[in-house]
């Protein structure tokens, strides 16, 4: 089996935001839609203070509550463990945004721009009038996922079949890869750092690792 | 929700479910309340009211989708969703009351009390599976929407009752009332009892309790008025008052829970990374 998922390196993240930037550019998301963002998380008081950053996106839940809420059917899982969403299917109904306990799903119901009234050309380029007025989130860059399975090459190493934001990181925060496979680079990583997952007590078995620190102990 | 949603990195409340979906679980549980009532009581046009009424609250949720000529979508996944299973028992609802009133059948009226009961349920469960807001996820909602819901139809039967009859009812549907009041007042306790466990200390709980506190208050009163009003129930301004805060409160209640409570899960990190690789504790921002 495969199980695709995205390890983040707490110790790595700048917050810079350039996955954030990379992802609006590859999917073209419509202003106030972020399929991908980074926590800026101010912790501790004066003159003990500390920032964390946190990159955040669609967990591909092993146990989705999006699915399980969703009533078209509309919100799938693909075999790799990627959840996707069906739009020709989705009514809009946000059902999936109240179940989402990770703040990852959008609905947007009109077009709109960056920069006023007009499109840029990359905006009108990259505009599918099929998300409009359904449920939409990060999906792992699954077209780059499926063009794996054509071309033989391995997501997560092959740049042009690993999402875009781990491509875009500046500081190698971000991996990506089969979590199935123990020769794969983010098994490795998991098996050789502490990590955590958020929210596993709700039990989502979210696809988003964090890892935090040298060592063997989850 | 029309228009886009926020940026939504400061959390707040959920911004997809507006006053539709808030009128969908008020006029839902409230149909289904007064379908039971009718049931209960034999009242042969009543249950006309309680499937309006559901009838109502889905078309507001019609209103509200981002794909309304799509909807009949939503019956493709009852395997796991309570929207697709409440989607499912309301034509059978519709069917059943009609019927009811249509042969003036008790066989199809206590059915459509059946599925009524049914569907709140969907409707409860429906919210509970909304796991990224606390205030939805605590189980006990369940519960509280059922016993809410039949309380309203209840005093919603109880004032239909006086407007297509006269004042003096039979004693026993106000003491119908007043035991579905006192299981709100019961569920209510026992949903804010458990919020500590579900929602982070903040907005979202000092909100919670101080609207449960006032919710509780009047819903006792209206069982103190209700008792009385049982005692003689030709005292028409009792019944009245009683019947009004019944369904009210109910309202109150779901509009509070669908929208004014839905704080969504904060973020959280167990642990931090201080500068130099030392970890730190986690971060919890507030709910
Ligand atoms: S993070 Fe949210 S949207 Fe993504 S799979 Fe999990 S529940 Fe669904
Ligand atoms: S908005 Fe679409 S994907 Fe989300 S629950 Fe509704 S039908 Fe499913």
Redesign the pocket.
Known sequence: MTRYVMVVDLRRCIGCQTCTAACKVANGTPPGVQWRRVLDLETGSYPDVRRTFVPVS????GN????EACPTGATFKHEDGR?GIHYDLCIGCAY?AT????H??FRVTRQSFAYGSEPTPEEAHKFDPARLGVSS?CTFCSDRIDLASHSGRVPGVDPEVTPACVNSCIAGALHFGDRDDPASNVSRLLEQNRHFRMHEELG?D?GVYYLYAEGDRT | MSGAFPTRTALGRQPYWDWRAASNFMLGGSGAGVLVYAAVCGERLLGLLGAALVGGGLLCVWFEIGRPWRALNAYRHGATSWMSREATVAPLLFASALGAAWLDSPGLRWLAAALAIAYVYCQARMLNAGRGIPAWRNPRSVPLLVASGLAEGAGLGVLAGGFWGPMALPVWPMVLLTALLSARVLALWSYRRALPKMVAPGRALRELSRFGRVSGAVDVLAIAVAILATADARIAPLVTASALIAAGSGWALKYSLVIRWSYEQPFAVPVTVARGGEVAPGARPEG
């Not at chain 1, 989705?64 to 699915?67: D, G, K, M, S, W």
Request: aromatic fraction near 6%.
């Open positions: 669609c967990m591909h839940c989705p509550p999006c699915l959840v999936c179940a989402c306990p990770y990852q799903r989130k989502t979210p």
